[in-house]
């Protein structure tokens, strides 16, 4: 089979020689090639490879993202936790100043609130945890995608190189 195909011009090659198109400078040059049939399928399939690659790269990104955006809304939760527990907190030392009668039901709503606030933490602990396994799974898929694509690009280009060689 016979196609052409653009790579990349060398920067060795002057501004003449390179293709003028639309009155702007490409900076890739085309090529005619022949490949076998088993390159054909092979640089098809690393082609079809790498386009997944890439679609599963973007799902995971736009995972990473909501799992951000979840953890920025815990955040929010416990900032307004904390701001309720220190609006309760205030209110407590007024009513204790005042009267000295209340202490016990002082006493009953500190509890409470500091119950609330651990189970705000708990919640925010363990939406924390999730997200951050979530965040690590991803970053390790990520990582692993990336490790793909370079490998893929690595043979793209030693089959390129090979092919040039034997041209």
């Known amino acids: 089979m016979r196609f052409w195909i653009w790579i990349p011009c060398p920067r060795s090659l002057s501004q003449e020689e390179r293709r003028v ?3 702007r400078i490409s900076l890739f040059c085309s090529v005619s090639v022949t490949m076998t049939p088993e390159q054909e399928q092979w640089l098809i399939q690393a082609i079809q490879e790498l386009q997944a690659s890439q ?3 973007q799902a995971s990104q736009r995972e990473l993202q909501a ?5 920025q809304a815990s955040q929010r939760e416990l900032q307004a936790s904390q701001k309720e527990l220190q609006a309760a907190q205030q ?15 002082l006493r009953e709503g500190q509890a409470m609130l500091a ?3 651990r189970e705000s933490m708990d919640r925010f ?5 999730a997200i951050e396994r979530r965040t690590e ?7 692993q995608m990336a490790e793909e694509m370079r490998e893929i690009r690595q043979e793209i280009r ?3 190189r090979d092919f040039l060689e034997r041209r």
Do not use: K, P
């Open 67 to 71: 799992s951000q955006r979840e953890l």
């Open 158 to 160: 030693d089959l390129r």
């Open 55 to 57: 679609r599963e790269l």
């Open 21 to 23: 198109s639309g009155g």
């Open 91 to 105: 209110e407590l030392r007024l009513v204790q100043q005042n009267q000295q009668v209340l202490i016990q039901e």
């Open 115 to 117: 119950q609330f606030f």
């Open 137 to 143: 799974a991803l970053e390790r898929r990520t990582d």
């Open 125 to 129: 602990d363990e939406r924390t945890r």
